[in-house]
Structures are given as C-alpha cells and as structure tokens.
C-alpha cells in the first residue's frame, strides 16, 4: 500500500500530490515506527520533490517529513536523507539542498539518542563554524553569516534529543563536560544548553537511574549556571537570564540537600556585602528563592533571618523579591518547608503585621500571596491577626491592578472563614464580630468608606447562609442612610450593595425594609443629571421583579408612581413579545430574506443570453418581470381619452361623466407638456421660475452638459460644418475618472456605442454623396 501511495509522486500525477503527501503524513504516523525499513527508502524521493522548479507545497512536504522523523526517529531518516552541509566548505555559494530539513529537525525530533546528536552532529556543527571562522577572518560577511546561521541550526536540535533520550547513563557524560564547556564560551549557545538541560531534567524525573546521573553534575552546572545569571555584563540578554534561572529552578529539585545548602548561605553572605549594586541583589533574592523550595529544615531559619531586614526596604523591588521569597516558603510541598510554617507560625505573623506600614505598592501582590497562605493555617486566639490586617485587605479591594482585587476578594472570603475558627464562637456570631470590624472602616474618608462597602457585598454573597437576621437589619439601614450621601463614591457603593441584598436575601428578611429602600432610591431618580438614574431605576425594577407591582406600589410615594407605572408598561411588553406567536417575526424574516435576480432576454426572441459576456450586468435586475407586468396591467384599468392620455377623476363615476372643465384642463397641461418637450429637444431653454429652499426635493441643475460639439451643427442640413479659426468637428469624450468603475462600466458603455454608431452612419453617408457627386 505505501509503495502504491508513493507511486502518485509521479509527475504525471501532480495535480493529486497535496492528497498523496497528506495520505504519506498519516502513514507515517501510524505506522513509521514499526515499518521504517520499508518507509525510509521512499524518503530520498519525498526530499526530492522540494528541489523541483515551482513546487509550492512545502508545508504538506515538511509535514510529511516530519511525521517521518517523528515515527522513525532522526538517526533513521539522516541514514537515507544525509544533511551533506559540510561538502561545500571550499565554494561559495555552497550546494546545500538539505538544509531546510535543519527546522523540520527541531520540531519533531523526541525520544532519540544523545550518542547520535554528540558522534554524528556535533562534528558537523565544528566543521560548520571553523568555516564560517575562515571566511569571516577573509572578510566574507556574507559566506560567514551563513555558515554562522547553519551551525547555530544544528545545535538548536538539541532540545528535541534531551526530550525523552534513551541512553542518558552511557551518553550524558560524555556529553555534560562539552555543554559545561559551551555555556561558559558560546554565549549565542547558553539559551539554547540551558533549555536542553531543563528539558533533560523533567525527563527524566521518576526514573531513579538517570535522574542519580543527571544529578551527579549538578556541582559542575550550578557555579556556573549562578555565575551566568548574576553577571553584570550589559550584554546579557534577558531572555539569556530567564532560560538560565529555569535550568537553576529544574536542576535544584534533584539536587542533594547539602550542596543545596551551601549554595544557599553562599548567596545569603553576597547579599549582605555593603557594595552590592542593585541589580546584583536582585538576581541574589531571585537565586535564594529558587533554593528556598529545597533547603532542608535548619537552613530555613538563616534564610528568614536575612530576609526579614529586607522587608522594610527602601526599594519597592527587594521587598517584592523578599516576598517572593517567602511566598516560595509558604506555598512549598515539601516537607521541611510545612514544619518549619507550623513551627514558626506566629513569627511569620508578627512580621507581615510588622512590615505593613513599610510595604510599597509594587510588594502588594507578592505580600497578598503570602497572607493566602498565613490565612489558612490560623487556629484559635489568632483573632488579633485577622484584625491587623483587615483594613489592608479591604483597601486591597479598590487597587487598580486586576489580579490584585481579586487576591483581595479571595483572602476576604478566606478571613471570613478563619473567624469563625478563631473566635470560637457559632458561625453567625463569628461572622458577626468580623463584619463589625469591617464596619470600623465607615468613619474614615470617602475611599475607605467605599472600599468597606464593597467588601460588605463580597462577604454578605459568600456568606449569606450564616448571616442574621439582625446583621442584615443594621446593615440596610446603614446602606438607606448613605445613600443620601453627597460623596459620589460613597454611594455608588451602596447601590451596589443593595443589588447583592436584593439578589441574595429572601423576601422574608427584606420586606420590613423596603419602604425605606424605595425612599432612598428614588432620590436619585426625579433628576435628569443625576449620575444614578439608571442606577435607581435598575433597583426599582429588580423589586418589582422580587416582590410584584402591587407591594412595591403600596409603599411608594407619590412620586415615584409615574416611574413605577413606566416600569410595569415596559416590564408588559416585554412579556408580550415573548409569548406572542412567531408568525409575524416568521413572515418579516421572509420578507427580509435575500432578493433575487433576474435576467433581461430580448424580446424579439433572438440568440439565447450568453454568460459568458461582460456586458451580461448590464441585463441583471433586481426586479421581479412578473411584478413590473402587473403593475403595467393595473395601469391599464384607468380610462383614456381620444389622444391616448389617462383619465383619472378623484371621486368614481360613470363614464361620460367626466367634467368638462376637467378635460379642457388636462389638454391644457399636456399640451404644454408636449411644447416644453419639443423645445428641449430643439435645445431651447424654458423660461420660469425655478425652486429655491435647502431640502433634497430642490431642484439642481444638471451637473454637466453632455452636448458636447452643438457649435458644430449645421442649421439647414445633416452632419457638422467647419467653424473658421476652430478644430475640424470631433467627437468629444471627457476623460472621466468614472469610466473606469467596473460597476458602472456597462451603463456608460452606451455613450461609446452611440459615437460608434454616429460615425458609421456618417460615414456611410458620406460615401453615397461622394458616389452620387461622381
């Protein structure tokens, strides 16, 4: 069968060859591991077909291709297909008909051999850059970019070997000291070992073996993979540091704890050198937090000891990167990590609580990430925590950044159910006390004050099942009295925690309360510039929705029915719509569905339309012939008289009963309609008043006079005269941007057929005066 697939790659069958390449990919998928003997002498002829002149499908090639490197596996298609990119070192341009297989390589190589990549690709990649060495030393910049840019290719394939390899204990170290080597003297290279290193690592994990080999270098890589991330060279690129910091974060977890250690407090003593530059203390918190996740229990304790000074730095940046340090601490699965916590649980409270009047805004995130977690492990007689730091969280819920509220939100909810376990008390006295020092919030500025509320709509929502009846009480008549408030944020809150009571609570708890809703909502409703009308009347309709028209009438004031009855008419003819049959709808669905088009024959019955001819959309129409007959039959209905005019009363009568003074009006009118008619054409002007006004029923004149060549007519016979001191008669034709537009190409086309026309007549014309003169 793959034999008789692959005979379709056949010149011959060229049309069909984006099917037979799709059908090669699946083949190849399903079947190339198993059946490679057979598949990989087929793959010569597939990489042929790319050399082809005018082969545009390289995409189902390279898919092909890769499927096979995929199944197969690289040793075995670089066996049939050689790359052959070290033959033409001596010519320039080199023949390299292969290289393009270099990125197809690198998406699909997995599960392979390191001893592949180290014996047989490595050597061509040296060969590679020794030539582009040469050329760039004889001041061939281009010859050396290229040859710069292929061996830079060959070694991006190694990401794909460390994906999964099968020989790591026999290949890996052989292969470690000449990557160890290359990080420290190939900085084009270091993004590209430091990833493959990463992925070897995760390959491996599970499989005790080569993990213990992978891991045996790690004090080889470590110093210098730390070095490459704390160096202060300007060169180094970003994405240089990022790829190195993962390698560090992969290799550290299947690092032995005593090595994890020293590199630890190696990197805590650099941090408290007095002539450290910035950027260096960053990158040294960044490398302590990586390790923070693997130091055994004793060395956590050095480690909390040289952060917390940190926290009450004057730079916003270290103290995030020392709350990510702790951050990484807290969040950590491993064991030493949950006892040292537990063990230190009320030191690492006093010193959050102790850094929150020095903590920077851009620490927010990292330190609300902490205090998640601190949250969760809080027992009893730890009430004075969740007090400290209430009002932060609840300032925390107005801040600008996104992610920021809703860590905010969340660590609200969580405080919520850590009172109820610190307290000691019943769930709906827990919730009680919390709200009210929540509450504590209302005296202080316009900021605060709706801050606080908002966080009273987050915890009345999440714990509306616990609440009572007499918190929900003094917290709507506290929401009805702000909303008479002149601070705009103020209120604003408040409407939007009367939608979450509204939505919530049961009608139960809410009824004895609504009079004094509706009072404090239509405040804001009778002005017309009030920024909460909208707002008002949305609450208004939500109580209506929830308690009927009739209760909510009851207790409205006068002046608020005209409102209310404008709800209940809208509120009816919005069920209407919605119970009302669809035949109408159906029937307009009809009516505005896509018109038709309709093909004007010729009536004498001639030669059938042509489809083909451009001049076809000048016989399209868009209206139905049928229709346009029946309104001609209809028009025929009305009477005429001896000239052939209609005769049309206003009142129905008989025939013969037409008034004469009708009748001499109408042969008046068209009379006059007849000269007006015959002294245009002879073209005369009509004298007369003519319309005035500014609306689109004035009358315009004509945009422009088509009566090009009038001064050439003769008066007493056919054709055009000569004029002395003027160009012989021709026929003018304005050079109009128009004549091009392809939508109006066969409407204007009639112009240059009437001058074709013209000109055959006169001539013909012409010939038979000058045979009769003869």
Same mark, same amino acid.
């Given at each position: 069968?793959?034999? +008789? ?13 984006? @099917? ?20 990989? &002498? ?93 050329? @760039? ?44 080597t290359a990080l420290t003297a190939k900085p084009q290279l270091r993004i590209t070992i430091a990833t493959s290193l990463r992925q070897l690592v995760e390959s491996c994990r599970g499989k005790e073996e ?77 490398? /302590? $937090? ?24 004057? =730079?916003?940046?270290? &103290? ?10 807290? #969040? ?5 990590? %949950? ?41 009893h007689d730890s009430h004075h925590f969740l007090n400290t730091l209430t009002p932060e969280v609840i300032l925390c819920t107005k801040e600008t950044n996104e992610k920021c509220r809703a860590m905010a ?30 509450? $504590? ?38 929401? #009805? +009295? ?12 408040a409407f939007g925690f009367i939608k979450i009571t509204i939505r919530v609570l049961p009608v139960a708890d809410l009824s004895p309360h609504l009079e004094e809703l509706i009072r404090g909502v239509l ?58 049959? =669809? ?39 868009? #209206? ?15 009477? #005429? ?9 206003? &009142? ?13 009006? =109408? ?18 002007? /009509? ?17 422009? =006079? ?14 055009? /005269? ?8 021709? $026929? ?5 941007? @128009? ?6 190409? $066969? ?26 003169? %003869?």
């Open positions: 069968m793959y034999t +008789a697939v692959v005979k379709g790659l056949e010149f011959k069958y060229r049309s069909s060859w984006r @099917q037979v390449l799709k059908t090669l990919a699946v083949f190849h998928r399903v079947a190339g591991d198993k059946c490679h003997s057979v598949m990989a &002498q087929q793959l010569p002829a597939l990489v042929s077909l790319r050399s082809l002149p005018g082969f545009s499908l390289s995409s189902q090639l390279e898919e092909a291709l890769g499927t096979a490197i995929a199944a197969m596996g690289p040793e075995v298609v670089l066996t049939h297909v050689p790359l052959d990119l070290d033959s033409g070192g001596d010519v320039y341009p080199p023949e390299l008909p292969t290289s393009w297989l270099l990125p197809v390589l690198r998406d699909h190589i997995s599960h392979s051999r390191l001893a592949f990549f180290r014996d047989h690709l490595l050597p061509i990649a040296t060969t590679l850059r020794n030539t582009g060495e040469r050329y @760039q030393g004889a001041g061939k910049k281009m010859a050396a970019k290229l040859y710069t840019t292929l061996y830079h290719q060959v070694w991006s394939l190694l990401p794909g070997f460390c994906r999964g390899p099968q020989d790591v204990p026999d290949s890996f170290p052989g292969l470690a000291r000449i990557l160890g080569e993990v213990g080999v992978v891991a045996r270098f790690s004090k080889n890589y470590l110093p210098i993979l730390f070095n490459l991330y704390t160096s202060e060279e300007e060169e180094e690129e970003e994405g240089v540091r990022l790829a190195v910091l993962q390698c560090v974060e992969a290799y550290i977890s299947i690092t032995d704890p005593s090595l994890v250690t020293t590199l630890s407090s190696s990197a805590l003593t650099n941090l408290s050198l007095p002539n450290l530059t910035p950027g260096k203390k960053y990158r040294l918190l960044d490398l /302590v $937090a990586v390790m923070a996740t693997a130091l055994p229990l004793s060395p956590l304790q050095d480690l909390l000891d040289s952060v917390s000074p940190l926290l009450d730095s004057v =730079d916003g940046r270290v &103290q995030k990167k020392c709350y990510r340090v702790l951050e990484r601490v807290l #969040t950590s699965e491993g064991q030493p990590q %949950k006892t040292f916590v537990r063990e230190n649980l009320l030191q690492l409270m006093s010193l959050l609580c102790g850094s929150l009047s020095t903590s920077s805004p851009a620490s927010k995130k990292p330190r609300l990430r902490c205090l998640l977690c601190l949250v969760d492990h809080v027992g939100f969340q660590l609200l909810v969580r405080m919520g159910h850590a009172a109820q376990r610190c307290y000691g008390l019943s769930p709906e006295e827990s919730l009680t006390q919390y709200v009210g020092v929540v509450l $504590a919030g209302m005296a202080g500025s316009s900021h605060l004050v709706s801050a606080s509320i908002i966080s009273l709509s987050k915890l009345l929502f999440e714990f509306k099942d616990v609440v009572s009846t007499h918190l929900v009480s003094q917290l709507l008549t506290s929401m #009805t +009295a702000l909303l008479s408030s002149k601070r705009r944020e103020v209120v604003k809150a405040c804001w409703s009778a002005d017309p510039k009030s920024h909460f009308r909208l707002k008002a009347r949305v609450i208004l309709e939500r109580l209506c929705r929830k308690f009927g028209f009739e209760m909510v009438s009851s207790v409205t004031p006068a002046r608020g029915q005209r409102l209310l009855a404008h709800i209940k008419k809208t509120s009816e003819r919005v069920k209407r719509k919605k119970t009302a049959p =669809d035949e109408s709808s159906e029937d307009e669905e009809e009516e505005r569905g896509k018109r038709g088009s309709w093909i004007r024959e010729s009536s004498g019955g001639g030669d059938p339309v042509d489809f083909l001819d451009r001049s076809l959309a000048a016989r399209i129409s868009s #209206t139905h012939p049928v229709q346009i007959m029946k309104s001609q039959v209809a028009g025929e209905s009305f009477p #005429t008289s001896a000239d052939g005019k209609l005769l049309i009363s206003d &009142q129905p009568s008989e025939p013969g009963e037409q008034s004469q003074e009708k009748m001499e009006l =109408d042969d008046t009118e068209g009379g006059r309609r007849k000269r007006k008619r015959e002294s245009t054409e002879e073209g005369s002007e /009509v004298g007369g008043a003519r319309g005035g006004g500014k609306g689109i029923h004035r009358k315009q004149p004509d945009k422009m =006079d088509f009566n090009y060549g009038s001064e050439y007519r003769a008066k007493k016979a056919r054709g055009d /005269v000569k004029i002395k001191g003027k160009p012989d008669p021709y $026929a003018y034709v304005p050079l109009l941007g @128009q004549k091009l537009n392809r939508r109006k190409r $066969a409407k204007l086309s009639g112009q240059f057929q009437g001058l074709v026309r013209s000109a055959k007549t006169g001539a013909s014309a012409g010939k038979r005066q000058r045979g009769r003169r %003869k």
